[in-house]
């Protein structure tokens, strides 16, 4: 009996045995088979991509996704290298703004208007403004557009409430914000903005005729030099540097963040994202007191924005534009990516979610996002150009010089025309 129980056992063992083999030998020949789709992102992007795939991989069981996240400048820069060689490029590009210009520019991606992508039936679902930024006269549709910038003015309330100060101070017009300025400024040494070149930024992108960009006219024809926007600029910024009332601080640096965490500084305009960013990491402890509004004379202009690419390289085309399309243009991806990420969405219908209509702790229990959703649909729609990066370097050159070493305004704009003709030309 005990012979025979010690048989049946190990015939039952060697079953069992077999059957895990062949499970194990099955598994791993699935794993094989599977598509690897990759994703070169930046944060938080590479984390949204990687949250979307809960439901996206349900429908793609034999798909792998690698999601391959580096730091803003290492992304970009290695993105630039690999479309220059051709090689080492992904299955999706995650493209910031700033880059979409030079990046549109290269030939390097899948014109997203064609078959089988077919983008064109999709316009009439994204915010105006992002959809044409990545339309490109030559190259077509180049990418589109999953999370924008609408431009706010961030302020503290308890800083504006010290001084007397309301609101429409600020955002009256730029004479009154500099006023403004002044009486912070009175009222316990507070600058009114980190730096001076924050008001050049708002005000160049201030009155942008439709199919222009910021630097060039829709020929693609520096416009540094002859475009009132960047005379008024200058000179505001310039005012507000010749009567102290910046911190001299640029966005981003360590010293950047202390001014915002102590109070040394009263408002930053960036865009609607930034609140998350002060929430989060930036300022925590200064929940309550930050405040939401428009920019002054109501300018309507966007900060940053991201996009998702396919580079021609790519190897899995079909696969790419399926996540893409997940990301981009589901309603609940979007509604999700701005909960958690505080992205505020591209796609317009994600604009009717009630979570736009709930108060904002950290703002005070303000209902911000509402200010922010009018923003997005009132900004003009321009176009970039290869050389929007170039233009912006030399133009905050200048600037530079203007402000610390006392060139004149009419020579540094007289300057920077010249120099961004002259590369444009190239």
């Known amino acids: 009996m005990k012979a025979l129980s010690w048989r049946k056992n190990h015939v039952q063992n060697y079953k069992s045995t077999l059957l895990a083999l062949a499970l194990s030998v099955f598994a791993s020949g699935s794993h094989a088979e599977k598509t690897v789709l990759t994703v070169a992102a930046y944060p938080a992007v590479d984390q949204i991509v990687k949250d979307s795939l809960a439901v996206w991989s349900k429908n793609h069981p034999d798909v792998e996704v690698k999601v391959v ?46 078959a089988p992508y077919s983008a064109g039936e999709y316009e009439k679902k994204i915010v105006p403004f992002a959809w044409a930024q990545a339309n490109h006269a030559k190259h077509g549709q180049t990418a589109l557009p999953t ?50 070149r924050d008001v050049k930024d708002i005000v160049i992108r201030t009155g942008i005729q439709p199919g222009s960009g910021i630097y060039f006219d829709s020929n693609g024809k520096s416009v540094v030099g002859t475009d009132p926007r960047f005379k008024r600029a200058f000179e505001l910024a310039k005012t507000v540097r010749d009567e102290g009332l910046d911190a001299d601080i640029g966005a981003w640096s360590n010293e950047w963040g202390e001014a915002l965490r102590r109070g040394d500084v009263a408002t930053q305009m960036m865009g609607a994202w930034l609140g998350g960013h002060l929430k989060n990491w930036l300022a925590p402890d200064t929940a309550g007191n930050w405040r939401s509004t428009t920019l002054p004379e109501g300018a309507n202009v966007s900060w940053g924005g991201t996009f998702y690419g396919i580079p021609k390289q790519s190897k899995n085309k079909e696969l790419a534009w399926s996540l893409i399309k997940h990301l981009t243009l589901s309603q609940a991806q979007q509604e999700a990516a701005f909960v958690k990420h505080d992205a505020f969405p591209a796609l317009v ?75 444009a030309r190239r």
Do not use: C
């Open 349 to 423: 219908s994600a604009h009717d979610a009630s979570f736009f209509d709930e108060a904002i702790p950290f703002l005070g229990d303000q209902i911000a996002r509402p200010t922010w959703r009018k923003t997005a649909m009132a900004i003009v729609p321009t176009e970039v150009f290869k050389h929007d990066a170039v233009a912006e370097e030399i133009v905050n050159a200048e600037l530079d010089l203007v402000l610390t070493k006392g060139k004149s305004v009419t020579d540094a704009i007289a300057d920077a025309e010249r120099m961004v003709a002259r590369r």
């Open 69 to 114: 996240g580096r730091e803003y400048s290492d992304h970009h820069t290695a993105m630039t290298t690999a479309l220059a060689a051709s090689s080492g490029l992904p299955d999706i590009m995650t493209i910031e703004y700033g880059y979409l210009g030079r990046f549109a520019n290269s030939g390097g991606f899948e014109n997203l208007l064609e």
């Open 147 to 196: 999370d924008i910038g609408p431009g706010a003015m961030f302020y503290r309330a308890d800083l504006l409430k010290a001084a007397g100060l309301n609101e429409s101070d600020l955002n009256g017009s730029w004479d009154s914000f500099i006023e403004s300025a002044k009486k912070l400024k009175a009222n316990g040494d507070t600058r009114i903005i980190a730096h001076a």
